[in-house]
């Protein structure tokens, strides 16, 4: 018997296993397509082979980041935290080959080592690499560099050398493989970056580098603050390699490029270098974030051991980040999905639904409150969650799939019917895709 028609029977019966919850998590994904051609590079103006124009590039992150953020558990809830880094990204954009474009800058709650930004320069930098660095000079390194891959067009350029025109763009659902739901679930954890944000190659690393220091001598801080974060990532990949897995998979490092700022810094923009470095300002601004780096430290413990499978250790490293912050979002949604991992529904359930109220805006608690509400048998209570999340993040085709699968569950057969036939209009490959289209069938919607 097929899963589909498992499910469907389980459904009826209001029995639903543990492979039937992961299937459901993994249900759905979306994309967007990208043309292919030439244009001129902003920053050295020669021809570039691109594989977007200025204006998808915009688009692609009004339809990808919104969902890239919710999977990295969406921005922290400190809105003067938020406001400190836009103002010092402004600083640095206005002053861009590229000033134009629709920069945005946000902390999210991720507490892997990474920052990334979409083509049309929407940002994201984690808790985890902004509690680690030492002063507002260091994160204009950090943010300049970002600016430096929107501002060569790194993104356009990549997909215009694959000359691919279905370009992988998912971000609606970007599956988590190694993270201990068997490659199923959307993890916005230690391997939450998406294709659309992998893979610069070496030489772009090295241009976005010399760009972002060029642009933070220009906003008017010191280039050794590009030293200093080079220093700082090399020293972290031999101390823990493990959170920095997709800081160093989608900018791979090396002792070369921090040698290269170095060597900028002492010649090019040596006078630069008694600016001060805004040490007192960052700690200031970043002070309620660092005072809970033991939490952060620990969850970043259990995504390792989650990522390992090793689940009663990852246990432990969130009921340490719990006890230290026990209203902590990220905490409780990692805990979640790690007893999740273990079967251990009805627990990840209470975790979950803690989510919601800590962070009710914030998306991804309640589409995973939503899929552990089906398999504990409660479709109405599925159902008020993923609609919330459709509320949230519009979009999500999956989410469309999971409203028919809640709607079914309920006895709802023609609503469930109006959420199937939408989610094929979307998908029509996958095993989401399948099921709708046996159930459509098997109720004479489709001949």
Known sequence: MKLHDDLANNLKHKRITRRHVLWLLGAGAAGITGLSGCATSPVGGQSILVGMTEEEEKQADQQVSPQQFSQDLGPVQDTALNQYLSEVGRRLDARTHRPQMPYSYRVLNANYVNAYTFPGGAMGVTRGILVDLDDEAELAALLGHELGHVNARHAAQRQGQAMVAQVAMTGVNIVGSAAGFGGLTDLGTQLGASVLLSSYSRDNEREADALGQE???????PAKGMVGLQQLLVEQQKESPGMLQTMFSTHPMSSERRDTAKQLAESKYAASNTRDLGRERFMDNTAP???????????????????????GKAEDGFRTALKSTPRDYAANVLMAKCLTAQDKNAQ??????????????????????????????????????????????PGDAGITFLKGISLEGMGKRQEAANQYMAYLKRSQQGKAAEYSYSRLKSWGYIK
Not at 215 to 221: A, D, I, L, N, P
Not at 293 to 308: F, H, N, R, S, Y
């Open 289 to 311: 974030l660092r005072r809970i780096k033991p939490t952060i430290d620990a969850c970043q413990k259990g995504e390792v051991a989650m990522a390992g499978k090793d689940y």
């Open 215 to 221: 642009y933070m001598v220009r906003g008017g801080y």
């Open 348 to 393: 990840a359930l209470e975790y979950a639904q803690t989510a919601t109220k800590i962070y009710p805006q914030e998306a991804q608690a309640h589409k995973l409150v939503g899929v552990l509400a089906l398999g504990q048998k409660d479709p109405a209570a599925a159902y008020e969650h993923l609609d919330r999340y459709d509320k949230l993040l």
